[in-house]
């Protein structure tokens, strides 16, 4: 049996669109998240504006973890929320430590 060959043009024509090292669906992620704790601090930028330096290490902390994470594997967070929608936690998980449907 023949050793598979990998090519490196498949791999580039299979890879997800990214966007500054991270897939766009992450990226729309990082920036909804950094939307959301700029509304959530937004008085306290008023009150100090060296807050705004802070807030500025949210969407960066993000997209560095987004970004160590696809390294690897470019659809790990695609492959994660299918999972978490396609197969959620059923009551007997704590007993046998996976989804088992038996009852």
């Known amino acids: 049996m023949t050793d598979l060959v990998r090519h490196p043009v498949h791999r580039a024509l299979t890879r997800p669109q990214m966007f500054w090292g991270v897939t766009m669906n992450f990226f729309i992620i990082n920036m909804m998240v950094s939307t959301i704790v700029f509304l959530i601090i937004k008085d306290m930028l008023v009150a100090n504006p060296l807050m705004f330096v802070g807030y500025l290490l949210v969407p960066l902390t993000v997209h560095a973890i987004g970004y160590f994470a696809s390294l690897r594997e ?19 998980y704590k007993r046998w430590g996976c989804n088992s449907y038996a009852p």
Do not use: A, E, M
């Open 74 to 92: 470019p659809r790990i967070f695609d492959l994660w929320i299918t999972k978490v929608s396609k197969c959620p936690r059923i009551p007997n």
